[in-house]
């Protein structure tokens, strides 16, 4: 069974420190991807980044940057220079290729207050 | 593109009622899915269409059903509503032919509120 597991419920930081949000993932699958969506107040959630169970290189997209361990079944974002534009409700999610159609299993989301 | 649209934003129904939600995808995509977002049990998946035809299913009554129309929008109606419905309702599109692959576009959402 898929499991995502985020257990910082919620972070406090001030603006321009650094951060990392926590996932991990559980499945029995060995072709899966991994995802990381933003919401901010408004609810919509935002696309961050997709990576494939096979593509254990880390990646840094400006202030952000994503640090996949297969051996410890972790996908950690980390928010440099944090600013208050970021505070939002980050979601981890997994999707298993297997699956038959979409199925994405959420973790249940840490909430990022970035304080000026 | 445009992104994916719902409609309404917002609502507001009496239990016992039924309500209808509306979801158009980005152009080209042909998945549609569904999820219900409330603060006790988080985003949870309700339902797939690809295609005019339901794909995969989540673990909700049956009171939960949905459409997907030969352009691809997709509407979701819930019938006796109960307050327990009252939540965010996610709509997500994709491509649709990776499947489990594919990356998910979300909509705004529609928040329903059961008095």
């Known amino acids: 069974a898929q499991k995502v597991t985020q257990a910082q419920t919620e972070i406090s930081v001030v603006e321009k420190e650094d951060v990392t949000l926590d996932c991990v993932y559980e499945?029995?699958?060995?072709?899966?991807?991994l995802f990381w969506y933003k919401q901010p107040p408004s609810g919509e959630l935002v696309f961050l980044i997709r990576?494939?169970?096979?593509?254990?290189q880390n990646e840094i997209s400006g202030r952000y940057s994503w640090n996949f361990q297969k051996s410890t079944s972790s996908f950690n974002f980390t928010i440099t220079a944090s600013q208050v534009v970021d505070s939002a409700v980050y979601f981890c999610?997994?999707?298993?290729?297997?699956?038959?159609?979409?199925?994405?299993?959420f973790g249940p989301g840490t909430r990022l207050s970035v304080l000026p | 593109k445009a992104g994916v649209t719902q409609t309404p934003r917002y609502l507001i129904k009496t239990r016992g009622q039924q309500v209808t939600l509306s979801c158009s995808p980005i152009?080209?995509?042909?998945?549609v899915s569904w999820y219900q977002q409330t603060p006790g049990q988080g985003l949870q998946f309700l339902f797939e269409?690809?295609?005019?035809?339901?794909?995969n299913k989540g673990n909700f009554p049956g009171r939960f059903s949905g459409r997907q129309f030969s352009n691809s929008r997709s509407e979701m109606n819930v019938s006796t509503l109960e307050l327990g419905d009252s939540a965010l309702y996610l709509c997500?599109?994709?491509?649709?032919?990776?499947?489990?692959?594919?990356?998910?576009?979300f909509g705004p959402g529609t928040r329903l509120t059961v008095l």
């Open positions: 997500a599109s994709s491509p649709g032919q990776g499947a489990g692959t594919d990356t998910q576009y």
């Open positions: 499945t029995r699958d060995t072709t899966y991807y």
């Open positions: 990576r494939n169970s096979f593509d254990e």
């Open positions: 999610a997994l999707s298993e290729a297997s699956n038959y159609g979409q199925n994405f299993v």
């Open positions: 152009s080209g995509h042909r998945s």
């Open positions: 269409y690809f295609s005019e035809t339901q794909r």
